[in-house]
């Protein structure tokens, strides 16, 4: 009896772990746009070319901690003219492109 027991219990981890439900599909990559953060748009390739290109130097920044969760625009009152108006629409159209 104690065979049988000890049996079903061995068996029981077996079977409800093949009854899992599948995996379910990964969330599609959201859209860049100026309002995303600066590590988001970094963490993309063709973003990370966007900012390197307008913004030399940006990623390397000793500040980049305390300011890659914030977006362009957010960063831009504390950039002292280094982020321009200009440059930021800029952004936002490469941004577009990439869809």
């Not at 390397?60 to 280094?82: I, T």
Request: without cysteine; proline residues 7%; glycine residues 6%.
């Amino acid at each position: 009896m104690k065979f049988l027991i000890t049996a079903a219990l061995i068996a029981m981890p077996i079977t409800a772990s093949a009854q899992t439900a599948p995996a379910a599909p990964a969330p599609a990559a959201a859209k860049l746009t100026i309002d995303s953060s600066i590590e988001s748009i970094a963490a993309n390739p063709k973003g990370k070319a966007i900012l390197d290109a307008t913004f030399p130097g940006m990623l390397a920044h000793e500040s980049y901690a305390m300011f890659k969760g914030m977006s362009l625009k957010q960063v831009q009152p504390y950039a002292n003219g280094r982020i321009t108006d200009e440059q930021v629409a800029k952004v936002a159209a490469e941004l577009a492109k990439i869809g």
